[in-house]
């Protein structure tokens, strides 16, 4: 039986050399989206992937026309023109995303959408119940959480967790999101919706081991452009017009 907890509900996966994991994450989602979602869509961002990642999600499209659309970047950006790309292309009253490496669990919607409903909040932000990675990248996102803090007052346990749901009109209010290559865009992201007046709760979200492929954040190059983008916005909001 259908509950439909949603009227509308914009689905997208950030997917960058994931061909080994998109269909099962999206095999997983899928009966979960059309139980809860009266209108849904599922937008796969393709963030320049080198494997067989497009083909995999052209094929996905092809069985499901009406509700998958596809965006393809010609060449890898990075983690947050994938995100903008998501969040731009929704077109739904909520939204909600995920990557596509299989490290969560879609179920965890039911979770994110009833603590909305508790607190009437316009975004629910997922934390870590026991993070399944490297020590050294917990405490490198320990690290990153306490600079953010630093220097725009955020303060969650989490900034940076793959699972969040949230208004469409968060997305149509706050300034333009411009974080590109590195991994600030999530926390770019809760800077300006926080800034703008919106309600932000949070709630724990599972998290499991990598099974297959690779993860890219942790590259060097990767961090150094957060940074950068960070130390811009805080510039920008200090010292110029936000």
Partial sequence: MKTHIFDELSVFFLCYNEEANIQ??????LPIVQDIAKNWEIILINDGSK???GQVIEQIRAKYP?????????????????FKSGVYNSKYE?????DSDGQFDFNDIYTLQKKQ?????DMVIGYYLGRKVPYTVILGSQLWQFVVYLLFGLKVRDNDCGFKLFR???IDTIPKLVAERGPFINSEFLIKSKKSGFKIVEEGVHHFPRTAGQATGRKLSV????????????YKINFQSA
Avoid: C, P, S
Avoid at 24 to 29: D, G, M
Avoid at 223 to 234: E, P, S, T, V, Y
């Fill in 223 to 234: 961090i150094i452009a957060g940074f950068r983008d960070l130390f811009k916005l805080w």
């Fill in 168 to 170: 469409k009109k968060i």
């Fill in 24 to 29: 099962t994450t999206f095999n997983k989602a």
């Fill in 117 to 121: 409903q508790q607190t009437n909040a």
């Fill in 51 to 53: 494997d067989k990642t």
């Fill in 66 to 82: 009406k509700n998958v659309k596809i965006v393809t970047h010609e060449h890898n950006r990075g983690y947050g023109a994938a």
């Fill in 94 to 98: 909520w939204i909600t995303f995920t």
